[in-house]
């Protein structure tokens, strides 16, 4: 018998819970395989699935948003070997597996933490309740590879927004086979949207897009990009995420700020009786 | 390809005296190569229509589209609302173009006349009983005049499917010919409903019989059915407008209507358009698409080539 022809893997984009390739055809070498380069109009595409997706994630109970996160933690576990073989280092998926755990814990502990009752003077319940702001558009760190991606993507959608993440340009293939993983753990089609590429096509398509709410700028590292991102996000006053510093520590507690900075917070006025 | 190269022209106009005349006409018509208008009209759909030449398509397709709204829950204030932005679709840009009509339900037609009068943006109603049809011939041809009496000069009207499909074309042809009598001076669009013609032969016999009959546009469907306007029906269509007027002499619109939502589909039946009958059918007077959530599109579509940004369905108005 001859000997096995080994299969290649193509790494493609993750759009509306599918793997597309690039609209434009294109496609870059990263560790000697071949990964789509995204253009804008696969942005555009993206934010289309993600904007589509909102209604039925945020609408969905936080109960079964955090089952669908800790859903993605089992399965990453399933693949650790995975990623390191793709040079993740071992204690960093273990990091990367726990962060999905902590964040879908959150899930239907925030709007307790976050929202609540606020006092008033008058005879009026008065309850101030966090709602998801809708699609997020999100730059990733380069490093760490995996960690740091998880650490921008779980926050947001865990209180019910969309996203979608411009992958690091140096590190596609953690984030393709991460897009992997979510599209194997109930999470719904355009929750989580990937681009691999350059940042500089698809940011600014995305900082300027109309339809998008906030955009997380965590990944930029280039000050004047970072700027001219900022001034295109202002034209829809969305909310905006600056840059990671370059120290920081991706292993710290994150604590809450992330999730925090993605919400809006409806309170409501109700009379009371007698 | 010309359907009816043999047929002179003084050979049509006694064809709706009689029935085995029809019969005879339209079961001679050359049969539809299914495969071939389906792969047609996808190959059609693959150009890439890009910058200037889009802006002018976008703009185009504006002026094509009758801005519909056919719902049980219309009430006067929203067909109100409706020819207000059929009148001005961006009102952040004034070279944004009108539409081509408002197409309304008759009991609408007062409300929608108010606001459309003089600006040159027709008024078109439904009639004979749309969407079915199933009525008899004296209150649909009442239908259309109550319609044409409250003001729209273009009467959508559905052709007797339950006839068609029974083989009884002199009945459907005599209906056309009574409803475009009811109508007066108002154009008459004549609604196939391609989706319950089960096969593209009866597609091209019923466009024959509409245009025989005095139709001045053949329009594919209603809208209701889940079946509506796709590529290759359109085609079939405007292949038969086009030998028609080879035949004929007269020139008949053709009207896709249901299921074109983006400005990708619109542009895709306007290369096909192009393609199967010429620019002389690239007009609103000759060309329109019954839409609704087309124009938001389109007008999402111009905004991102104005601005260079693109844009969202928050900022445009819910029909």
């Not at chain 2, 059609?44 to 397709?61: F, V």
Request: net charge neutral; with cysteine.
């Amino acid at each position: 018998m001859s000997e096995r022809v080994a299969v290649r893997k193509t790494y493609k984009l993750f759009i509306g819970g599918k793997f597309p390739r690039s609209e434009s055809g294109r496609s870059y070498l990263v560790q000697s395989a071949n990964v789509s380069l995204a253009s804008r109009k696969d942005a555009r595409d993206a934010v289309v699935a993600a904007r589509a997706a909102v209604k039925g994630w945020a609408g969905a109970t936080a109960y079964n948003r955090g089952q669908i996160l800790y859903r993605v933690a089992e399965m990453l576990e399933g693949r650790r070997e995975q990623f390191v073989a793709l040079g993740v280092p071992a204690d960093e998926v273990d990091a990367a597996i726990d962060r999905w755990v902590w964040y879908a814990g959150w899930s239907d502990k925030l709007p307790q933490v976050y929202g609540g009752a606020n006092p008033v003077a008058g005879p009026y319940f008065n309850l101030s309740a966090p709602e998801p702001t809708g699609v997020v558009a999100v730059v990733a760190p380069e490093q760490p590879a995996l960690l740091g991606l998880v650490s921008v993507i779980a926050p947001a959608i865990v209180t019910g927004n969309t996203v979608v993440v411009a992958a690091s340009p140096a590190q596609p293939l953690a984030a393709v086979t991460l897009a992997e993983v979510l599209a194997t753990s109930d999470l719904p089609g355009g929750v989580v949207n990937i681009l691999t590429g350059k940042i500089t096509e698809t940011a600014p398509a995305l900082a300027g897009h109309m339809d998008v709410n906030a955009i997380d700028l965590t990944g930029v590292t280039d000050p004047s990009l970072a700027t001219e991102l900022e001034v295109k996000a202002a034209e829809n006053l969305k909310r905006v995420l600056r840059p990671a510093p370059a120290d920081h520590d991706w292993s710290a507690d994150p604590g809450i700020t992330r999730m925090t900075a993605l919400l809006e917070t409806k309170t409501v006025w109700h009379p009371k009786g007698t | 390809m010309t359907a009816t190269a043999t047929s002179a022209r003084s050979d049509l106009s006694g064809l709706g005296r009689s029935e085995t005349a029809l019969r005879t006409f339209l079961h001679g018509l050359p049969g539809v190569d299914q495969v071939g208008a389906e792969q047609r009209a996808a190959q059609l759909g693959t150009r890439s229509i890009k910058t200037t030449a889009k802006a002018q398509a976008i703009d185009l397709a504006i002026r094509m589209v009758d801005l519909t709204t056919l719902e049980g829950a219309d009430t006067p204030g929203k067909v109100r609302a409706l020819a207000a932005k059929a009148l001005r679709p961006d009102p952040a840009d004034p070279s944004c173009p009108h539409v081509g009509a408002v197409c309304v339900y008759p009991a609408m037609v007062p409300h929608v006349a108010e606001v459309l009068a003089g600006s040159g943006v027709h008024l078109a109603s439904v009639a004979t009983a749309f969407p079915s049809g199933q009525a008899p011939l004296e209150v649909k041809l009442a239908d259309t005049r109550a319609a044409v009496a409250a003001g729209a000069d273009e009467i959508d009207m559905v052709i007797n499917r339950g006839a068609f499909l029974s083989g009884r074309f002199k009945e459907v042809y005599d209906e056309i010919v009574a409803t475009k009598e009811a109508c007066g001076d108002a154009h008459l669009k004549v609604i196939l409903e391609t989706g319950e013609l089960a096969t593209y032969d009866n597609v091209r016999r019923a466009s024959w019989l509409a245009m025989l009959a005095g139709g001045d546009f053949i329009k594919t469907s209603t809208g209701k059915v889940p079946v509506a306007a796709t590529l290759p029906v359109t085609l079939v269509m405007l292949e038969a407008v086009r030998d028609f007027r080879d035949a004929t002499g007269r020139q008949v619109g053709v009207k896709p209507a249901g299921g074109i939502k983006t400005t990708k589909d619109a542009i895709k039946y306007l290369v096909m358009v192009n393609e199967t009958v010429g620019a002389d059918w690239l007009d609103p007077d000759w060309f329109r698409f019954g839409a609704s959530s087309l124009l938001n599109d389109l007008l999402m579509q111009r905004t991102k080539l104005t601005t260079g940004v693109y844009s969202g369905p928050d900022y445009f108005t819910l029909d």
